[in-house]
T-cell receptor, first 113, second 113 residues
Framework: DAGITQSPRHKVTETGTPVTLRCHQT?????MYWYRQDPGHGLRLIHY???????DKGEVSDGYSVSRSKTEDFLLTLESATSSQTSVYFC????????????FGSGTRLTVV | AQSVTQLGSHVSVSEGALVLLRCNYS??????LFWYVQYPNQGLQLLLK??????LVKGINGFEAEFKKSETSFHLTKPSAHMSDAAEYFC???????????FGSGTKLNVKP
């Protein structure tokens, strides 16, 4: 996963607390994405960004917010964590997804208890 | 809306046997098609992609896939399975000028000795 780092790799948090996951890239790619992966559902898009301060919702955005103040960082915040948000979260980057596809981070395993 | 269907959440083959993982998509316009592989506790890696041109595309590790527009399919094959091919495989679709992916729910490939 050269050029893209997710932190933390693992986190356990309590219901109702806010949680922020970080994605950092060194590739200077324009597009950044947050997905969650759950058994039987594949990967589902939460939010994505097409530039600094330019973000949009994906198919499962409720309960999540994002921010991108710098090209290299894309933050995902769970405003008030719930057990249904227990999942593995992947960040992806792309120069142009159509032609090049994504480069994925190693994932963050989040458990909400 | 776009959708991606992967038939068979689990596929088991013997080492040396043919691997066939099925992917069908629904799209009103010609899509870009991708296969990703995920090894345990890792992010997704691009295996191969179809954007334009030749409909039979070759990827890493001896995998190939053929885009069949009439069947709206993009099945992944490998002539001879190896133990190291055991992983989860995801088919994904993106559309021209549309920098988001839709993923299938994944197929776990088991390779028996």
């Amino acid at each position: 996963d050269a050029g893209i780092t997710q932190s933390p790799r693992h986190k356990v948090t309590e219901t109702g607390t806010p949680v922020t996951l970080r994605c950092h890239q060194t590739e200077n790619h324009r597009y950044m994405y947050w997905y969650r992966q759950d058994p039987g559902h594949g990967l589902r898009l939460i939010h994505y960004s097409y530039g600094v301060k330019d973000t949009d919702k994906g198919e499962v955005s409720d309960g999540y917010s994002v921010s991108r103040s710098k090209t290299e960082d894309f933050l995902l915040t769970l405003e008030s964590a719930t057990s249904s948000q227990t999942s593995v979260y992947f960040c992806a980057i792309s120069e142009s997804a159509q032609n090049y596809g994504y480069t994925f981070g190693s994932g963050t395993r989040l458990t909400v208890v | 809306a776009q959708s991606v269907t992967q038939l068979g959440s689990h596929v088991s083959v013997s080492e040396g046997a043919l691997v066939l993982l099925r992917c069908n998509y629904s799209s009103s316009v010609p899509p870009y098609l991708f296969w990703y592989v995920q090894y345990p506790n890792q992010g997704l890696q691009l295996l191969l992609k179809y954007t334009t041109g030749a409909t039979l595309v070759k990827g890493i590790n001896g995998f190939e896939a053929e885009f069949k527009k009439s069947e709206t399919s993009f099945h992944l094959t490998k002539p001879s399975a190896h133990m190291s091919d055991a992983a989860e495989y995801f088919c994904a679709v993106s559309l021209y000028n549309f920098n988001k992916f839709y993923f299938g729910s994944g197929t776990k490939l088991n390779v028996k000795p």
